[in-house]
């Protein structure tokens, strides 16, 4: 029987792959995908080009505010996989209203129309961000919230409803929470897309204060491995972490990124002041999802980051006229 997937936030950077590996080769064979997405600057269409033409796929545009949108929406699909949110911290610092709208507003607008259609399953994708900065050792899922961002307190607030569904309601949510994604498709306002164009254009690259901020790094495919691991064997009402296991600070990270770019520090870095509130180390502890559903993330990094590379290299009419439209 085909499960019927509603995939919110699918024309972003981590949502569109999940929808390309779900009806790709390697895929499960027995879902149909439905697309939800506002398409704001950081949705591409273009980004699930690859599989607009496969029986089971659709795509509606639309915000996931719009609570009549997302009944109907609900009342046709068995599972949702709910990725759209607003998501670079940054913008969340110059304003946070449409952070609070779209991720606190948006999520309980979803979960709430999931609990009155039925459905039968809520995985909720989170970050690792909610639980704050940590100097030494690693988060477990238990470990409490205390988000310092904007974005991060907006996507705390969202576990908390999301979550509150399956305590009172006993909807089937399961949130999970990784660390800093990298990989192809990956709009270039973050940090490694933002540093691999700007070398490849022979530009500088604006490292935040001292460049010893130290986050676990994840490829896009661990983390759909992680997902999907979650969706199919994980369990009601809990909490997974996702993590890479590869732990870097931003000036270990922008070596690696001028090495793999052929550029030099002194001509291409730049300090910039440091971001307000600036975390300072993020890491997550996998045992529970390691020990439970049995993930093990597969990419190494410098494999992963050299083939990322190389996508930016190959293609440049995907980033540059989100490069141009952004002002980045
Ligand atoms: N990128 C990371 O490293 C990372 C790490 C941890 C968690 N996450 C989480 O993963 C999820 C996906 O992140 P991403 O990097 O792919 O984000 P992204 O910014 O690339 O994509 C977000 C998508 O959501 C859509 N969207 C935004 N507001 C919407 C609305 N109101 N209604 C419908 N669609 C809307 C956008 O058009 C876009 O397609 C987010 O929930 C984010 O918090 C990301």
């Known amino acids: ?17 999940y929808v390309r590996t779900l009806l790709g080769p390697g895929g499960p064979g027995d879902v149909a995908v439905t697309v939800l997405d506002k398409l704001t600057y950081a949705g591409n269409p273009a980004n699930l080009d690859e599989v607009r033409d496969h029986p089971g796929f659709g795509f509606v545009q639309g915000d996931i505010c719009d609570a009549e949108l997302v009944g109907k929406l609900m009342a046709e699909h068995d599972q949702v996989v709910h990725f759209a949110a607003e998501s670079h911290v940054d913008r969340s610092i110059d304003g946070g209203a449409e952070f609070v709208r779209t991720n606190v ?23 690792d ?42 909807l ?29 254009d022979g530009g500088k690259v604006p490292l935040y204060g001292d460049g010893g901020n130290v986050r676990d790094w994840l490829h896009i495919d661990d983390h759909v491995q992680g997902i999907e691991l979650v969706r199919t064997k994980g369990r009601s009402g809990e909490v997974y972490n996702i993590g890479g296991g590869t732990e870097l600070s931003n000036k270990e990270l922008t070596w690696l990124l001028l090495e793999a ?68």
């Not at 093990?296 to 995907?318: C, H, I, M, S």
């Open 129 to 170: 961000e909610v639980y704050g900065s940590i100097d030494e050792g690693s988060w477990p899922e238990t470990h409490p919230l205390e988000p310092n961002s904007p974005y991060s307190s907006a996507k705390a607030s969202s576990d908390l409803i999301a979550l509150s569904y399956h305590r009172t309601h006993g």
């Open 261 to 328: 770019c052929g550029a030099d520090w002194d001509t291409s870095v730049e300090y910039v002041t440091d971001r307000k509130g600036h975390d300072r180390r993020y890491s997550v502890d996998c045992t529970k999802i390691r020990a439970e559903l049995g993930y093990e993330p597969r990419k190494d990094f410098a494999t992963g980051l050299a083939e990322t590379v190389q996508w930016y290299r190959d293609n440049r009419a995907w980033w540059e006229p989100l490069k141009e439209r952004a002002a980045l």
């Open 172 to 200: 089937d949510v399961r949130v999970t929470r990784c660390s800093n994604n990298y990989g192809h498709h990956h709009f270039p306002e973050k940090v490694i897309p933002l540093f691999i164009t700007n070398l490849l």
């Open 105 to 127: 507003l948006g999520t309980h607008t979803l979960v709430d129309a999931a609990h009155r259609a039925g459905v039968e399953r809520f995985v909720h994708i989170s970050t």
């Open 1 to 17: 029987m085909t499960t019927k997937i509603l995939v919110t936030g699918g024309a972003g950077f981590i949502g569109s792959h």
